[in-house]
Each structure stands twice: as C-alpha cells, then as structure tokens.
C-alpha cells in the first residue's frame, strides 16, 4: 500500500497558506488513489523538542544514562521509521525569517543520523533514504525564486540539502510567493500554487 508522510511546520493555524496547499496535495493524492495510507505530523501544534546537550549527546554519540536520552532516542527512531515507512513525503514549509520554522528543523535534527538516514564513507557522506519523492509546499510573504531578494532565501537550499543528505533527491517544490502582497497578489498566489499541484501531485 502506498504510503503519505505528511508534515504541517506552520504557527498560523486555519490562516495557514502552506497548510492550505498540503491538504490539496494529499486531496491530490488520494484522488490517485482512495487506498492510500496517510500519515500526518503537526510539527506546528505538536512540536518535535529542540535538541538540548544531553539529548544531542543521546542522537551523536548513542549514550543513554538518562531517562532524557532513552526518550529522546526512541522518539528519533520513530521519526525515522516513519520516513523509511513512506513512498512520499509531503512537507509544508513556511518561510520565517528567510529560513524555515525552527520545528521544521528539529524534527530534521531527529531524523538526520549517521548510520540509519545517511552514513560517511571514503567518498563522502551517501543518503540511506532513497527510492522517495518529496514535495514541498513553500509560502512566501515576498519574491525569493527570483529577482533581488533570491540570494536572502535560506528556505529553499536548506531543504534542498537535507533532504538531498538523507538521499532524496526526486524533490518537487511548488512556491506560493507574494503573499504579503496584498488580497488580490495573496489569491492569485494560491491559485497558482494550486494549478502547479495538479500537474505535480
């Protein structure tokens, strides 16, 4: 059965846009196929933790003298069964700041071990989790994929690079841009958005 790892990383609830356009992405996909198994993370509502020393010392180096550690372990095995566990991975990434929320990233932190997600070899680091395609809704308040404002996107590259770390590759992004722009830009920015998911999803 085909399987759907879906994470929602925006604080904006219902106003959401990047929420807005991940539910039409799974609509998409179910449309495809009724049958498909769906698996969903809110990393907005129910945030991954941010990595402190001693958990970083659980994940790096594999130590477990504390109840912390074991936790903190256990949890980022689950995260990363869940990924291995799904042919698609759908993401929601606002842009915050220029870059992508902070509990988007954690749960990257999580997921990202040497050894189960990718590992380091005589010619470099190799992704482990391969044969998977992405698509990553992006919402921007302003024009980032092109023109004066491109080279302060940190958004974009970001998730390029750890996704492409972990050995997914196959990555569609589908941008919402000019949101900021006014009612009228906001619309048409979504409807775009949407006519690109159609062809994509």
């Known amino acids: ?5 879906v994470l929602n990383s925006s604080a904006s609830g219902s106003d959401s846009v990047s929420r807005q356009l991940v539910q039409a992405t799974v609509d998409q996909l ?6 498909l198994n769906v698996v969903a993370r ?3 509502a129910d945030p991954v933790p941010h990595l402190s020393i001693e958990t970083t010392a659980a994940l790096r ?3 477990t003298g504390t109840a912390a550690q074991v936790e903190a372990r256990a949890f980022s095995d689950a995260l990363i069964a869940e ?3 799904a042919d698609t991975l759908v993401i929601g990434a606002p842009m915050y700041n220029f ?15 040497a050894g189960l997600t990718f590992k380091y070899g005589e010619a470099g680091p190799e992704g482990l989790v391969t044969g998977k395609r992405a698509i990553v809704l992006l919402s921007r308040g302003g024009l980032y994929s092109s023109g004066p404002a491109q080279p302060m996107d940190s958004q974009e590259p970001h998730l390029r690079t750890m996704l492409g770390f972990m050995g997914i590759t196959d990555v569609t992004f589908v941008r919402a841009e ?19 998911l159609a062809k994509v999803a």
């Open 42 to 44: 809110d990393l907005g």
């Open 61 to 63: 180096a594999g130590e």
């Open 83 to 85: 990924l291995k566990a």
């Open 1 to 5: 059965m085909a399987s759907v790892l």
């Open 178 to 196: 000019k949101l900021g722009y006014g009612p009228e830009a906001r619309q048409q920015a979504i409807n775009d958005a949407q006519a690109e």
């Open 99 to 113: 870059g992508i929320p902070s509990t988007l990233k954690a749960w990257f932190d999580y997921v990202l071990r």
């Open 30 to 35: 179910r449309s495809k196929n009724p049958a």
